[in-house]
């Protein structure tokens, strides 16, 4: 089993910037595939990012040259800088793990990103 936490969402304003973070325990590993997804109200679930163990990234065409992910192995920590927020980035925020040819994902509880003036 694998858990994960979130921190770092809150309200901010059009252009603003802000940082999530998610802390893995439990049977991660660092080749676990790591990202972020987000779901809208009235929306479905997206994936916004995600980095393999080897560093590569994948990033929707949505944040694409705003948002960057990264990771820190030695301490099963994944982030996400998100710069120059727009009102369309408001969603709950998931953290997400998974083995890299698998598609079972491990979830976390969330975390509520808020961008208005």
């Known amino acids: 089993q694998v858990q994960l936490v979130e921190s770092g969402g809150g309200l901010v304003q059009p252009g603003g910037s802000l940082r999530l973070s998610c802390a893995a325990s439990?049977?991660?590993?660092?080749?676990?595939?790591m990202g972020w997804y987000r779901q809208a109200l009235g929306k479905q679930r997206e994936l916004v990012a995600d980095i393999s163990g080897d560093g590569s990234t994948n990033y929707a065409d949505s944040v694409k040259g705003r948002f960057t992910i990264s990771r820190d192995n030695a301490k099963n920590t994944v982030f996400l800088q998100m710069n120059s927020l727009k009102p369309e980035d408001t969603a709950v925020y998931y953290c997400?793990?998974?083995?890299?040819?698998?598609?079972?994902?491990?979830w976390g509880q969330g975390t509520q990103v808020t961008v208005s003036s």
């Open positions: 439990g049977s991660i590993r660092s080749i676990y595939v």
């Open positions: 997400t793990a998974r083995r890299p040819i698998s598609t079972y994902h491990y």
